[in-house]
C-alpha cells in the first residue's frame, strides 16, 4: 500500500465519573488519580489539545473543594486548547429515562458549564456509550452536535477497515448528530511504563501509513491508564511523559478537538447503530427494575402537580439525582450491587414524593397498581409518615420508606448465597415467611454451636421447609381508608405442611407498621413445626458507627458479617445513627432466632457489599386438628 504523508488527526480525551451518593473518598480518589494529573500534566503542553469530560456531580464537588483545578480548566477552555463535553449532570442511563428528563438533564449541565466556564458545550458524552437511536432527537435539540460511540458499535453498523476511523451521520425524526468512533484497542496501549508514549506513538505511526487519506480520518482516544496508581505524583509523571512524547510527534500527527474537526466538514457518511442491551439489566437485576419502577412511579407523581411550576421543577431536579446509570448495572466499582448507590438513588426519588404532597393535605391511602411493570398490581399503603409496598408473590414488603429521613428500609439484595430456593430474579422483600419441621440431623441444629443462618441450619439438618416467600398468596380484603389490606396463603395439596393456612393483615398508622398472622390447620391433623418470618432492613452499615441493637432493653454487639444469635426475646430495638432514627421490632410472643447481616460478593470486584441485617425470630408451633395460632409483629419508627 503507498504510504501518505498526511497528518493523522487525534483527539485526545479524558472521562472522570463518580456517580451522584458516593461516599467523599471515592471523589477524592478520582480527583487525585485521574482529573487532577491529566489536567495539569497538559495545562504545561499548550501545543496539545485535549477534550475532558466530567460528570455534573464531580465538577460540582471539584469546584467547591479544589477550586484551582477548575480555574485551571477554565484557562485552558480560554485558550481553546480544551473542549468540554456536555451530556446528562448526573451520568444518567438515557435508555430508561423520560424524553423530558434527557432534556432537562442535559439543559441543567448544559447551563452549569456555560456560567462556570463560559463556553456552551457542543457535544456531549453517553454513559457506558449506551445508545437508542432515539436519543439523537433530544440531543440535537438540545444543541449537541456530536457524541461517541465505542469502535464496537461502528463494526455492528457495518463499518470496516479505514472507516472505523472517522466520524458518522446519524439521524432519528429529521434531527442529526455526529457520531465519533472511540478507539478502545488503542485506549489499552496506555499503561504505566518507562516510555508511556512508545505503544501508542508506535501505533499511531502504523495507522499513518496504512490509512488511505489519512488527513481526512481522525483517531480518538479516551485512555484512563491512572486507575491502579498510588499516587496523584506517580499519575501526573506518566501523563507528563505521555505528552512530551506527543509533543515531540508533531511533526507526524495533529491534535485537535472534535468540534474543530467537524466544523464546516460535509460528506459524512450516514449510519444508523443498533440499540445497546443496558435494558437487560432490569431483568437480570430486579432491585435495578425496582429502582426503575420507583422512577416512573415518581416521574407519574410530578407530573400530577398542577400550577406550581417551581416546586415542580424542584421536585424534578431531585428526581434527575436518582437516574445516575451506576445504580442500574454492574460497573468496576461495583454499580447496582453497591447499597450506598441505591440508597442513594431512593433518597431523592422520596424527596421528590415529598415535595408533590401539598404541605397539610395530603390524606394515607391504598391503593392498587402495577407498580413493578409486571402486568399485575402491587398493594401501596401510603401514610403520613411510612410508605409498604407489598406484592402478591409471598405478600412480602418489598418497599418500606421513612419518609421523614427518605429512607427505603427495605432495599434489599437477592443474592444470598444461603438462599438456594430462592428464585434469583425475585426481589428480596420483608415478612417473608418459612415454615418448617423437626431436624432429622441434630448437628445441623443452628442452636448447637456457632449461630448459622437459618434456612442454611435447617436444611443441612435435613428438615421438611415450606417456603411461604415463593407461593403466590391471595388478596382477602381491602380497606382503602384505614390502610388495611389481608391476604391468605391457601392450603396446597402435596409438600410439606401443605395443609396449614396462612392469613397476613397488614396495617399502617402513621408511624407503625402492624403485621398481624393467623396459620391454621386441617381438621384431623395436628402439625408440629417451626415459623420464621424473615424481616430485612436496610442500614447505611453493619458496624456499631452505623446500627446499635437493643434485646428487650439490653444492648447487643453486632460482630461484622457474623450471625447473632438470640434467645427468648420480644422487642429489638435498632438505631440506625446514620439517620438518626430508632426503629421497634415488637411480638406479641417471645422468640428465639438470629440477627444475620446479609452481605453480597460482586463479580470481578470489590470485596463483598454490605447490603442489609436481616431479623429471623423463630417460633415453635403445635396445633391440633382445626386450631389456629395468631401471631402480631409490629415495626414502629421514631427519630
Not at 495533529?254 to 464546516?264: E, K, S, Y
Not at 415463593?470 to 405442611?497: H, I
Not at 423463630?618 to 395468631?630: A, D, I, M
Amino acid at each position: 500500500m503507498k504510504k501518505t504523508t498526511q497528518k493523522l488527526r487525534i483527539i485526545l480525551g479524558s472521562h472522570v465519573h463518580v456517580p451522584y451518593g458516593a461516599p467523599d473518598e471515592e471523589f477524592e480518589r478520582a480527583y487525585r488519580l485521574k482529573l487532577t494529573p491529566f489536567v495539569s500534566a497538559l495545562y504545561k503542553f499548550p501545543q496539545i489539545q485535549g477534550t475532558l469530560h466530567c460528570s455534573g456531580a464531580l465538577f460540582n464537588w471539584v469546584d467547591r473543594v479544589y477550586p484551582g483545578c477548575t480555574m485551571s480548566i477554565d484557562e485552558m477552555v480560554s485558550r481553546r486548547q480544551v473542549e468540554l463535553l456536555g451530556g446528562g449532570f448526573y451520568e444518567p442511563q438515557f435508555s430508561l429515562i423520560s424524553l423530558q428528563d434527557k432534556i432537562g438533564q442535559v439543559e441543567l449541565f448544559t447551563t452549569y458549564l456555560r456560567k462556570r466556564f463560559g463556553k456552551k458545550p457542543q457535544g456531549c458524552w453517553l454513559p457506558g456509550f449506551s445508545w437508542e437511536q432515539n436519543f439523537v432527537n433530544p440531543l440535537s435539540s438540545c444543541g449537541m452536535a456530536y457524541t461517541f460511540l465505542g469502535e464496537a458499535s461502528f463494526r455492528l453498523a457495518g463499518f470496516t477497515g479505514a472507516d472505523l476511523y472517522a466520524p458518522c451521520l446519524s439521524e432519528d425524526q429529521g434531527k442529526t448528530i455526529v457520531v465519533f468512533p472511540v478507539s478502545l484497542s488503542l485506549a489499552e496501549l496506555f499503561t504505566p511504563q518507562e516510555e508511556a508514549a512508545a505503544p501508542f506513538l508506535n501505533a499511531l505511526e502504523n495507522l499513518a501509513q496504512d490509512l488511505p487519506d489519512a488527513g481526512s480520518r481522525v483517531v480518538t482516544v479516551f485512555p484512563d491508564p491512572c486507575r491502579d496508581m498510588a499516587s496523584s505524583g506517580e499519575a501526573e509523571l506518566y501523563w507528563h511523559s505521555l505528552f512530551q512524547g506527543l509533543a515531540d510527534s508533531r511533526s507526524r500527527f495533529n491534535f485537535t478537538t472534535p468540534g474543530r474537526f467537524i466544523r464546516g466538514r460535509v460528506g459524512l457518511q450516514k449510519a444508523y447503530f443498533p440499540s445497546s442491551t443496558e435494558r437487560r439489566y432490569l431483568v437480570d437485576f430486579p432491585e435495578a427494575n425496582g429502582l426503575y419502577a420507583k422512577m416512573m412511579f415518581s416521574h407519574r407523581l410530578i407530573n400530577q402537580l398542577r400550577g406550581d411550576k417551581p416546586r415542580k421543577q424542584t421536585a424534578r431536579e431531585e428526581l434527575w439525582k436518582a437516574q445516575g446509570y451506576d445504580a442500574f448495572c454492574p460497573t468496576e466499582s461495583g454499580g447496582v450491587y453497591r447499597g450506598d448507590l441505591r440508597r442513594s438513588a431512593y433518597r431523592s426519588m422520596l424527596e421528590a414524593e415529598k415535595i408533590t404532597r401539598e404541605t397539610g393535605a395530603f390524606v394515607p391511602r391504598l391503593m392498587n397498581f402495577d407498580f413493578d411493570l409486571n402486568n399485575e398490581d402491587e398493594y401501596l399503603l401510603q401514610g403520613e409518615w411510612i410508605n409498604c409496598y407489598i406484592r402478591q408473590e409471598g405478600a412480602g414488603v418489598f418497599e418500606l420508606d421513612y419518609l421523614p429521613r427518605s429512607w427505603n428500609y427495605m432495599d434489599i439484595f437477592s443474592r444470598c448465597p444461603w438462599e438456594t430456593n430462592r428464585n434469583p430474579l425475585s426481589r428480596r422483600a420483608g415478612f417473608s415467611e418459612l415454615i418448617a419441621g423437626d431436624l432429622q440431623n441434630s448437628s445441623g441444629d443452628a442452636g448447637s454451636g456457632e449461630p448459622a443462618a437459618p434456612e442454611e441450619a435447617l436444611v443441612a439438618g435435613g428438615a421438611p421447609i415450606r417456603r411461604c416467600y415463593n407461593e403466590r398468596f391471595q388478596l382477602r380484603d381491602m380497606d382503602k381508608t384505614r390502610c388495611r389490606v389481608g391476604f391468605v396463603l391457601p392450603e396446597r395439596e402435596s409438600g410439606p405442611f401443605g395443609s396449614i393456612m396462612m392469613e397476613k393483615r397488614y396495617h399502617l398508622r402513621k408511624d407503625t407498621l402492624t403485621v398481624a398472622y393467623t396459620l391454621s390447620s386441617r381438621e384431623g391433623l395436628e402439625e408440629n413445626f417451626r415459623f420464621i418470618p424473615f424481616v430485612d432492613l436496610s442500614f447505611a452499615g453493619d458496624g456499631e458507627d452505623q446500627q446499635r441493637l437493643f434485646a428487650d432493653g439490653a444492648a447487643l454487639s453486632l460482630a461484622a458479617k457474623a450471625p447473632r444469635k438470640l434467645e427468648r426475646v420480644q422487642t429489638l430495638k435498632f438505631q440506625d445513627l446514620e439517620n438518626e432514627a430508632v426503629i421497634n421490632l415488637n411480638s406479641d410472643k417471645a422468640f428465639d432466632g438470629w440477627i444475620i447481616p446479609h452481605y453480597c460478593p460482586v463479580p470481578s470486584g470489590p470485596p463483598a457489599l454490605y447490603q442489609s441485617t436481616c431479623v429471623a425470630p423463630l417460633y415453635r408451633v403445635r396445633l391440633g386438628p382445626g386450631e389456629s395460632w395468631t401471631l402480631n409483629l409490629s415495626v414502629k419508627f421514631t427519630h
